[in-house]
């Protein structure tokens, strides 16, 4: 890796620390360099928060080197006033001459501008540097804007015969097909994306609470399928743990493609990335309109030999792993 390379890529790890916080901005990362030695660094804070430049910026103990330094950063500086204001400014105020960024801003707000404004103030700026990796870590923010839709997670576990569920069950309580560390792992993936969504069935059928109790971190937005709201408040979605939206008639125009109309409505609610859990009705809708970048499909060792069939997809395998007696595979929509 040439310097500016190795210097890049310890932005996106930094940058990591972000997820499941920043959203529904970019988890940025910037580290500030004099003389090869890194002198500050930092990652975008919560929403609402200082960026990744700030917070790089604010850990310099000694400011008067910044003039001679370079600032790394994942994506292009920001040089609108948003909930803060243009990080741009900031670099230029602090005469930072060097600026070399990983990717650029496709959000129209931005897109050029903050490197216009850096040059304009006679800053040396360098972009493209590990470009390829940074766009695929910012793969959430620019699907929001580029697509117009959420980034869109499929999740679901299958038996080793190929089924979801059970044709019928005794309670309304989720049969479990994966074991508890597959699960906690759900969990976890609760916490980086930030919604997630089931179909009406889902709730009648398990009652679920769609909240993190498996690991630590925030819970995600709940987003309810209820065509005709069929469900009452008494079922666990409902709860006070974490905010709830109701997708219905009202909201969606359900002689639409339903899968568009959701992502519609995600994204004038200002949603990011969202983990589909199902039911299998609601997985295959996301399929067949062609509407998800992963599927993250768990392979238990149950068998149920009649019940509701896994959904099908076609994509290519990212990843291959077990979990104890468990299979994970991870598919990316090509």
């Not at 097909?177 to 609760?190: G, M």
């Amino acid at each position: 890796m040439t310097i500016h390379e190795t210097y890049i890529q310890r932005c996106i790890d930094i940058a990591k620390n972000g997820l499941g916080i920043t959203a529904p901005n970019p988890m940025v990362g910037a580290v500030i360099v004099h003389n090869d030695k890194i002198i500050g660094e930092g990652f975008t804070s919560s929403y609402g928060g200082n960026h990744a430049e700030v917070n790089a910026i604010n850990s310099v103990e000694n400011k008067d080197l910044l003039n001679q330094a370079t600032l790394y950063v994942t994506l292009e500086p920001c040089s609108h006033f948003g909930k803060t204001p243009p990080c741009s400014d900031l670099i230029i105020t602090h005469q930072i001459p060097n600026v070399v960024i990983g990717c650029i801003d496709d959000n129209p707000e931005v897109s050029g501008k903050g490197i216009a404004k850096l040059k304009a103030a006679g800053c040396s700026v360098t972009v493209g540097v590990l470009e390829e990796k940074c766009k695929i870590h910012h793969k959430r923010f620019f699907t929001f804007h580029n697509k117009k839709r959420p980034y869109i997670i499929l999740k679901w576990a299958e038996t080793s015969d190929g089924f979801i569920a059970p044709t019928t069950k005794d309670k309304t309580e989720p049969v479990w097909i994966t074991n508890e560390f597959s699960r906690q792992l759900v969990h976890k993936w609760r916490v980086e994306e930030q919604a997630i969504l089931v179909g009406t069935n889902t709730v009648l059928e398990d009652n679920p609470s769609l909240t993190v109790r498996d690991w630590t971190g925030a819970h995600p937005i709940r987003v309810v399928i209820d065509r005709q709201n069929k469900l009452s408040k008494d079922h666990s979605v409902f709860n006070s743990i974490s905010e709830t939206h109701i997708i219905s008639e009202k909201e969606a125009d359900f002689n639409k493609p339903l899968g568009h109309e959701i992502c519609r409505v995600l994204h004038s609610k200002n949603i990011n990335s969202v983990i589909i859990e199902g039911g299998a009705q609601t997985l295959q809708t996301f399929i067949n309109e062609n509407l998800w970048d992963e599927a993250r499909i768990f392979t238990g060792t149950s068998i149920f030999k009649t019940g509701i069939k896994a959904p099908k997809l076609s994509g290519a395998i990212i990843s291959e792993q077990n979990i104890i007696e468990d299979s994970l595979k991870i598919y990316v929509n090509n």
